[in-house]
């Protein structure tokens, strides 16, 4: 079993900056894949950005690339997300998520993600 708890998140003005954190506890080798997905209202849960534990790849949404910085460490078992140049669209609840799949498989899909974060709330003000 993993557990995954968020914190950060909040509000901000549109062209501002937010940061989420994640840490996970409980079967390291479940967490081979982690990152952060997001949900609007009335819309499905999508990928934002994923990493590779131990210093692997990092996938991101074309919707952030060059805006959100996806970072890890390992030895604390964290997640971060810097959100810059923010969006109203980028207003969405957002998870934190876990795979035991490496990222290269999981893509930046739901599927393969069986752990999850009971998720923040992001709200961007134009």
């Known amino acids: 079993q993993v557990q995954l708890v968020e914190s950060g998140g909040g509000s901000a003005q549109a062209g501002g900056s937010l940061r989420l954190s994640c840490g996970a506890s409980g079967r390291r080798d479940s967490t081979s894949c982690m990152g952060w997905f997001r949900q609007a209202p009335g819309k499905e849960r999508e990928g934002v950005a994923i990493?590779?534990?131990?210093?692997?790849?990092?996938y991101y949404a074309d919707s952030v690339k060059g805006r959100f910085i996806i970072s890890e460490d390992n030895s604390k078992r964290t997640v971060d997300l810097q959100m810059n140049s923010l969006k109203p669209e980028d207003t969405a609840m957002y998870y934190c998520?876990?795979?035991?799949?490496?990222?290269?498989?999981?893509?930046?899909?739901?599927?393969?993600?069986?752990?999850w974060g009971q998720g923040t709330q992001v709200t961007v003000s134009s």
């Open positions: 998520a876990a795979s035991a799949l490496v990222c290269a498989v999981t893509g930046l899909g739901t599927l393969e993600f069986r752990y």
């Open positions: 990493i590779s534990a131990g210093g692997g790849g990092t």
